[in-house]
């Protein structure tokens, strides 16, 4: 992923019909929405299923090496989706922003990136994982069960204010 700062944007112009702001001062930094996902304490994430329903479920996330990233087990509705179709949507509101990113979701393998998510997952959540063998487990639970960690590299995201007024579109290289 570019470290590059996305292009920031009005998602709406003057010839759209919308009560939505098309002052470009209202055009929010890309800062806001980065802060907005590291800040958060859960997230939704969207993915597809192999017949083409959408399934969403809320996950913790965590931000690491310059990117969100979750975590659910490879076995989980949420893991097969994404070992079949990457791509996916996360969502997240606070009070200051509403923010859609959406993305391509993908597994990680290396250990050294799994133990830099795996403490990253510790800070945030207290959340202990051991790493081994290119995966993630809950040593805690019985049966040591096996987790993945999905890094979202954003393609495109949307930041609603609170005021509902405004609105910016980012597109990342």
């Known amino acids: 992923m570019s ?3 996305p292009v920031a944007e009005l998602l709406f112009g003057e010839a759209d019909a919308t009560p939505i702001s098309t002052d470009e001062a209202t055009v929010k930094p890309w800062e806001q929405g980065r802060e907005c996902l590291r800040s958060a304490p859960k997230v939704w994430l969207s993915t597809v299923r192999p017949d083409g ?6 996950v ?6 310059d990117a969100p990233w979750i975590t659910t087990r490879p076995t989980s509705r949420k893991g097969r989706n994404l070992s079949g179709n990457p791509w996916c949507v996360v969502t997240v509101s ?3 922003l509403d923010l859609v990113v959406e ?6 393998r290396d250990e050294a990136t799994l133990r830099r998510v795996a403490a990253a997952f510790e800070a945030k959540y207290g959340w202990e994982l051991a790493v081994r063998d290119g995966s ?3 040593d805690h639970l019985p049966g040591s069960p096996e987790y993945g960690f999905y890094r979202i590299t954003p393609v495109r995201a949307f930041g609603y204010g609170a005021d509902g007024l405004t609105a910016t579109r980012w597109r990342f290289a």
Do not use: I, K, N
């Not at 329903?53 to 809320?58: G, Q």
């Not at 913790?60 to 090496?65: F, I, P, R």
């Open 136 to 138: 993630v487990y809950e």
């Open 60 to 65: 913790m996330q965590v931000w690491a090496d």
């Open 3 to 5: 470290t590059a700062l």
């Open 53 to 58: 329903r959408a399934h969403a479920m809320p």
């Open 94 to 96: 606070t009070e200051t």
């Open 103 to 108: 993305g391509e979701a993908v597994r990680a």
